[in-house]
């Protein structure tokens, strides 16, 4: 059962460069999300979406576009990447955006390293 | 604004002690809390969670406690293991998954 998959698992970026990071789900969950953890500080929600073709800001979206194009997959890109993006980036998905009854899966997480 | 936060950043238990991770947040209105382990190098899994209508949960070896007149929440871990080291992170909203407000964490090392 592969669950929720993210791939990089690591990255490297300069200053500008830009990466899509790809966020990939088997569950038929209709909600997908991208948070980012940052040292001394709990997960924030970066965007979301509520099902293939829609997109939503988070708390923290600047700097970050979503794309959800097909139900399983939920792309991060970053278009010019800055060193405070540096972070580790985790992907999610849930059955429902309820959270009563419905338990969110959660990727191994990308650490992304912006020079 | 609203929040989340742990009391201890760091906590130290001999196997087979009961260990006790303590939360504090501050928005009132949130009605529904979650307990997460994250062990090194993977994400955030769900242990046990809890309703604002209730106060106290159990599962296999975990007890949530939740007191809304001081709003303070704790994940208890019964006759800790190597393997429950991890980070903790307590969580709460008044909404769904979208609004969801994690802690920073609590590391537990659980040493022999």
């Known amino acids: 059962n592969a669950g929720v998959t993210q791939t990089p698992k690591f990255r490297v970026l300069k200053t500008g460069q830009s990466m899509t990071l790809l966020c990939a789900q088997d569950?038929?969950?209709?909600?997908m999300y991208w948070y980012r953890q940052d040292p001394g500080m709990g997960l924030r929600l970066i965007h979301y979406s509520v099902g293939e073709g829609t997109t939503a800001k988070g708390e923290v979206p600047d700097g970050y576009n979503v794309s959800r194009l097909k139900k399983q997959n939920f792309l991060l890109g970053l278009e010019s990447a800055a060193p405070s993006q540096t972070s580790v980036y985790f992907c999610?998905?849930?059955?429902?955006?309820?959270?009563?009854?419905?338990?969110?899966?959660f990727g191994q997480g990308t650490r992304l390293t912006v020079v | 604004g609203e929040s989340v936060g742990l009391h201890l950043p760091t906590l130290s238990v001999q196997e087979g002690d009961n260990s006790i991770i303590n939360c504090a947040y501050s928005?009132?209105?949130?009605?529904?809390f979650i307990w997460y382990k994250q062990e090194s190098g993977k994400g955030p899994q769900f242990i046990i969670d809890i309703r604002s209508n209730m106060d106290k949960r159990q599962g296999q070896r975990v007890t949530v406690l939740l007191n809304k007149t001081v709003k303070h929440l704790s994940l208890q871990i019964a006759a800790t293991q190597p393997g429950d080291s991890a980070v903790y992170f307590c969580a709460e909203t008044s909404g769904g998954y979208n609004k969801l407000i994690f802690g920073a964490g609590t590391r537990l090392a659980v040493h022999p």
């Open positions: 569950m038929n969950h209709e909600y």
């Open positions: 999610a998905s849930s059955y429902s955006i309820q959270l009563v009854n419905t338990e969110a899966f």
């Open positions: 928005n009132s209105a949130s009605d529904y």
